[in-house]
């Protein structure tokens, strides 16, 4: 293979990833900090969601999500896969975040388990049994359809049904932010 | 699991991002690692793009299998994934580099990555093309170096290779419209990674160290997993990497050679900034251990490399990162 021939080679390949199904990977290689967000604000009469929870002597109740949140000004919903940074993150938000927001309920929501009881081993074993947070166990899949959630996702929705955040824990600043405008 | 912030897995330096995240990824690009055993020389070191001296260029494809078994904490303990759990990311490689001067070789590799995952609950098959690297590799010797015996002081002198590489972001990483975490196949971020390499043949043994450094472009973020976000800036830590092999040739009477290569490899990466502000509990850390034989044929023509890397399920081999083992093959081709 020639010199020429080589570079050809490359520009065949970045041919390839910028002209074919690899659009996807734009925002990537030319990264945007244009705000999209204002359309994915948006309130709801409520989270209209009656899950499973795993409570923490291991026995399993329903919950209803819009019932918990007339008994806080707002909830808290983190989603778990129960891996270094999900744990990192739940770490954060259990240790530096819920002791300042007692009027907050607090949730870790485990879409990934497929039954309450290895959910609850992975809650043991992650050191939460005694955390004071929730475990949800979305076993229908009902939280992570309804808001699109995925690891490390964090849903703030107040008592009037708004949901104030969906995205990324990344270092809980934004969460603290958000609560702290309660 | 596909390291949700590494992607395509990760180099494992002297055996692969690769990842990654990644890769982890990345991953974490053609993270096969390098076992430069006699690159200088043709050997059959598993991995490298690294064209033998003398030689005009070099072409490689590889597959390889990256399994998980668990990760390690921020406490670098190990913990095992959800029961049920099965992670596999399945990454076809091609490399090619070509020499552009006596001293100084160009490279190019790439992948096509393809996540098969089970993880509880949760079913993900996603494939597509990972991080792509570009590189320069400066050879700071004029005559190759391997020798059968030490006779003469400057029998001694070994081979010393400087890099520059720079990886570009073409993989799906949880900034694109991807679904979720399991569906990435690259980092998200270009970097730049400076690299060192030292090495030694006196027949039959070989000897190389290498080193690499690595920065990350700060990038700025408005989506993650399909999900518009507050928009921020993003930065990773900068990555240090480091690895030892030790390998061992035999001349066979076809005079085709097989080698033998054990490496140890460990890196560690700083914690993130957002927003300027650093993440304190998003470093990482890695230490493996890889086992490759490689089959050269006389000419050095082609080489075929069959390579293990492994990770020590043992508290402190690593932090938070998950533990994974890698089995490949690779087939190279050197243009003479």
Redo the contacts between chains.
């Keep these: 293979m020639s010199f020429s021939k080589f570079f050809l080679l490359v520009a065949l390949l970045l041919t390839f990833l910028f002209g074919s199904g690899c659009k996807d990977t734009m925002n990537d290689l030319v990264p945007s900090g244009e705000n999209k967000t204002a359309s994915a604000a948006s309130t709801t009469t409520g989270t209209n969601i009656e899950i499973d929870i795993t409570v923490q002597n291991g026995s399993d109740v329903d919950i209803d999500l819009d019932t918990e949140l007339t008994k806080h000004d707002a909830i808290v919903l983190y989603f778990t896969m129960w891996c270094p940074i999900c744990n990192g993150h739940a770490d954060k938000m259990i240790a530096k975040v819920m002791p300042s927001y007692s009027n907050v309920g607090f949730y870790l929501v485990d879409y990934v388990s497929g039954s309450t009881s290895s959910s609850q081993i992975s809650l043991v074993s992650s050191g939460y049994q005694n955390a004071g947070v929730t475990l949800l166990v979305d076993l229908a899949r009902e939280i992570e359809l309804k808001y699109d959630g995925t690891m490390g996702t964090t849903i703030v929705i107040d008592a009037d049904g708004n949901i104030l955040m969906n995205e990324d824990f990344k270092d809980g600043v934004l969460l603290s932010s958000i609560l702290s405008g309660l | 699991?596909t390291?949700?912030?590494l992607g395509q897995q990760e180099a494992t330096y002297l055996s692969k991002k690769e990842m990654k995240k990644l890769i982890i990824l990345f991953l974490l690009s053609l993270n096969t690692g390098n076992i430069y055993a006699a690159s200088c020389c043709g050997g059959s070191g598993g991995g490298s793009v690294t064209i033998p001296k003398f030689m005009p260029?070099v072409?490689k494809v590889g597959l390889s299998q990256e399994t998980y078994d668990g990760?390690?904490?921020?406490k670098g303990e190990v913990?095992?994934?959800?029961?049920?759990s099965n992670l596999t990311q399945t990454r076809f490689e091609f490399a090619?580099a070509?020499r552009?001067t006596p001293n100084l070789q160009?490279n190019?590799s790439?992948s096509w990555v393809k996540n098969d995952n089970v993880?509880?609950?949760?079913q993900s098959h996603t494939q597509?093309?990972g991080d792509?690297k570009?590189g320069l590799l400066y050879e700071n010797f004029d005559n190759i170096t391997c020798v059968n015996e030490i006779t003469r002081p400057e029998d001694w002198q070994p081979a010393n290779y400087y890099g520059l590489n720079l990886t570009?972001?073409?993989?799906?990483?949880p900034?694109?419209?991807?679904?979720?975490?399991f569906d990435i196949t690259?980092r998200?971020?270009y970097a730049l990674e400076a690299t060192a390499l030292v090495e030694k043949t006196v027949y039959p043994y070989t000897v190389s160290l290498n080193g690499g450094y690595t920065l990350y472009k700060a990038?700025?973020?408005?989506?993650?997993?399909?999900?518009?976000?507050?928009?921020?800036?993003k930065q990773l830590g900068d990555r240090f990497s480091i690895g030892l092999t030790l390998s061992y040739t035999w001349f066979l009477d076809s005079l085709d050679q097989a080698t033998l290569n054990l490496s140890q490899s460990k890196f560690s990466e700083d914690a993130a900034k957002?927003?300027g502000?650093t993440?304190p509990?998003?470093d990482l850390a890695k230490q493996s251990q890889g086992l490759s034989l490689g089959y050269a044929t006389m000419d050095q023509s082609w080489v075929v490399t069959l390579g293990l890397n492994a990770a020590l399920k043992q508290t402190g081999a690593g932090k938070?990162?998950?533990i994974t083992n890698t089995t490949s093959l690779g087939l190279t081709h050197v243009?003479h």
């Design positions: 699991m390291h949700p912030e260029q072409a990760f390690w904490n921020q913990l095992a994934d959800p029961t049920g090619y070509k552009l160009a190019l790439a993880y509880s609950g949760v597509g093309l792509t570009l570009l972001p073409t993989g799906l990483s900034y694109d419209d991807v679904d979720s975490s690259g998200g971020f990038r700025m973020i408005n989506q993650e997993t399909g999900n518009y976000v507050t928009p921020y800036k957002i927003n502000a993440d509990d998003t938070n990162f998950p243009f």
